[in-house]
Structure formats: C-alpha cells, structure tokens
C-alpha cells in the first residue's frame, strides 16, 4: 500500500466516524421519544382507569346511602337522635372485607354564597349579608367555615354562629333599631335551652316592629327545620390487614322537603349537592 493510498483510507475513516455518532445519537433520541410517549400513554390510561374505578366506587357508596335513607328509621326528623356522640349513623360491612362508614353533621349552620337561583330581591339581601359576614369575619378561613356553595339559602338560627344570623338580619332588616332588637332577641332565644321556634320568630317579629313583607323575607334565610347535613364516609380495610383507612369522602347530603326538589350545584344525584374525595392521612376536621 503507498502511502497515498493509505492518506485516502485515514480520510474516509474520518469521515465515516461522525456519520456514526450521529446515527447513534438520531437512534437514541429516536427512542427516548418513543420511551416517553409510551409513559405518558401509560399515565393516561393508568388516569383514566382510576378515575372510572373512583367514578363507580363512589357511586356504589352512594347507593348504600341512598337504600339508608329509605330505611324506615331513617326520618329526617328522627335522624338526630339516632346519631352517636361521634357523629356516626350507620356502618355496612359489604362482605369483602372492608367496613363502611357514615357520618352525618348538621349543615345548615352556614350562610349559602350561590345566590344565582335566587329571586332578584332575595338575591340583593343575600349578597348584602354576605358583605356583611366579610366585614363582621376579616379571618379567611374563618369566613369559609362559615359559608358554603350549595343547598338552601335558608340557614338553622339554632346551629349558626351569632356572626352568621346577624349578617342575615342585618342585610334584611338593615341597620336599623328594630333590626338590632330583632338580632339580639333572636340570638338569645337560640342560646336557651328550647331554642328557636316558629312561635318564637313570629313573637319577636311582633315584639320589634318587623313588618310583613320583611318577615316573609325572613323566613327564607333562616328557619328551625334545617335540611341540609354535611357528611363524612370512611372506607376501612379488613381487619386481617389492620383495618386501615382506604378511602374518605366529604359533602353535602340534602334531606326532608328539600331533598326531592332541590337542584344540584356539582353535578350529583339527588339528594346528594357535593361530593369530594379526601386524602385519608389528612387530620380530621373538627365538626
């Protein structure tokens, strides 16, 4: 081989060389494309499949609800005192091991902020009692333990906070005197021990000058015979594996009159207005 023809194979192998590397770095880039749209395809499908299996799983556990409340002792008006100290109404254990329970909360005792449905003048006493619980509650948190998006205007004067009945008051009767006797009449009647009545709200309308157009706006955002009750379900594993929480869900369950009647705000069969699932490590709040 002369050495000219040895210059023309060192040439040809330099050449070669980079075309190589390319071709290695086109495959595997080539590859980690296809890896990662394998991946997300999986994600997708593995999302996809959690959220039918969580779609069913909840409307199974809405099911048992439901059949309980046909049950003959589950009257709305018997409800409270069938409840235990905790808050629990009934456990079902379905046969696979798990346990279900349920628990029921009064409500009611929050001021509604979805005021859409509402009749122009409600709407307008409505918005006005929510300004008003802004200014009386400057704590966020505070303000939206004491509100809620779904179910009745009307709220329990039995269960809500004093800040909650006088921001309904005041944004009815506005800031007027007989506005304040109202209020303060109202707040002590919830404080003894019958608390408020029908009786009692028309005592105290009369007592304080309430006319008749401002009590009927009255007896649309409070009453003495709530409807609505939060609700707490825990899913528990068998016992042959410690019994661990597996899963908890969270709402709004409408009972009573309403219950037949009463639209849904997030999409859920009647009588249930919410529904979320909650991450079982998270601390319980309190009720």
Do not use: C
Request: charged share 20%.
């Amino acid at each position: 081989m002369t050495a000219r023809s040895k210059k023309n194979l060192d040439g040809r192998g330099g050449f070669v060389l980079p075309i190589v590397i390319l071709l290695i770095v086109m495959v595997g880039s080539v590859t980690a494309i296809m890896l990662q749209r394998h991946v997300a395809r999986a994600k997708t499908v593995e999302r996809q499949l959690r959220a039918y299996q969580e779609h069913h799983g909840a409307r199974s556990l809405q099911a048992v609800v439901e059949a309980w409340l046909k049950s003959p002792g589950a009257q709305p008006d018997e409800i409270v005192s069938m409840l235990e100290p905790d808050g629990l109404a009934f456990s079902v254990n379905p046969g696979d091991g798990t346990t279900i329970k349920v628990y029921l909360f009064p409500g009611q005792d929050t001021m509604l902020t979805r005021l859409g449905g509402l009749r122009p003048d409600d709407r307008a006493a409505g918005e006005l009692a929510i300004q008003i619980l802004h200014g009386l509650i400057r704590n966020q948190a505070e303000y939206e333990r004491r509100t809620r998006a779904a179910g009745p205007a009307a709220v329990d004067v039995n269960s809500a906070s004093p800040e909650v009945v006088m921001a309904i008051v005041q944004g009815i009767l506005s800031d007027s005197f007989g506005a304040r006797q109202y209020e303060l009449a109202l707040l002590d009647a919830a404080a003894q021990s019958g608390g408020v009545t029908l009786q009692t709200m028309s005592t105290i309308a009369t007592e304080t000058g309430i006319d008749a157009e401002q009590r009927s706006t009255l007896s649309r955002f409070l009453t003495v015979s709530p409807d609505l009750w939060r609700f707490r379900i825990d899913m528990y594993g068998s016992p042959m594996f410690g019994s661990r929480l597996l899963s908890r869900y969270r709402g709004l369950l409408l009972l009573g009159a309403g219950a037949s009647t009463g639209g849904s705000s997030f999409e859920q069969p009647p009588p249930f207005l919410s529904w979320e699932s909650v991450n079982p490590d998270d601390p319980v709040a309190v009720e």
